[in-house]
Structures are given as structure tokens and as C-alpha cells.
Nanobody, 116 residues
Framework: QVQLVESGGGSVQPGGSLRLSCAAS????????MTWHRQAPGKEREWVAG????????NYVDSVKGRFTISRDNAKNMVYLQMNSLKSEDTAVYYC?????????WGQGIQVTVSS
């Protein structure tokens, strides 16, 4: 079955960096666009970044452009989110996502806390 497992979250001070990883299994990884989403306390889940199956195209929500970088390793079935210059408003639970034949699959989520 499809599994997405996030890792790499934690607590960091403003201006710091974290790298999230997502290990994917149960589907043909290199066939699909992968995305990261996040949900802050009291807010709806929002799309953060997406990367095409060949890594030829990456897109970001405006609030993270220039600070976050999404990447993937198709040989390892991994997708990453490098987060630099973190701000308090980046505090959220981050989720890895794939959409297969109109169904969304999600990881369990991982907490990122940015606080001084």
C-alpha cells in the first residue's frame, strides 16, 4: 500500500534551517508529482511546494519563495524540503503528499516549530 513517512522536523530559532525528508513506497515514485503541505494551529492546510516527476519543474507558495527548496531523488524514492531563513509563521505540521488517480495520500505529518 501507499506509504509516505516524513522525518527531519523539530524546533529551531528564527533564521535557522531544517531539512524535511519524505520516504515513499507502494507506488511508482518517478511517475508522479510530489508536494509538501503544512497546517498551522487554527488554520487550514495549505500547499507549500511541488516538484514534477523528473525534477524539471518546482513551484512554491509565495510566502516561502527564495527560502524553501523542494527536491527529489527518484533512485531512493525520496522527496525533500530544505527550509532556510525560517520564520515564526513557518511553524506548522508539515505533510508529504502524492495524488494517485484523483486520490490524495498523506504522510503522518511532522512538527516544525520556529521560536526564539
Amino acid at each position: 500500500q501507499v506509504q509516505l513517512v516524513e522525518s527531519g522536523g523539530g524546533s529551531v530559532q528564527p533564521g535557522g534551517s531544517l531539512r524535511l525528508s519524505c520516504a515513499a513506497s507502494g507506488f511508482t515514485f518517478n511517475f508522479y508529482t510530489m508536494t509538501w503541505h503544512r497546517q498551522a494551529p487554527g488554520k487550514e492546510r495549505e500547499w507549500v511546494a511541488g516538484i514534477s516527476r523528473s525534477s524539471g519543474s518546482a513551484n512554491y507558495v509565495d510566502s516561502v519563495k527564495g527560502r524553501f527548496t523542494i527536491s527529489r531523488d527518484n533512485a531512493k524514492n525520496m522527496v525533500y524540503l530544505q527550509m532556510n531563513s525560517l520564520k515564526s509563521e513557518d511553524t506548522a505540521v508539515y505533510y508529504c503528499n502524492v495524488r494517485l488517480t484523483s486520490r490524495d495520500y498523506w504522510g503522518q505529518g511532522i512538527q516544525v516549530t520556529v521560536s526564539s
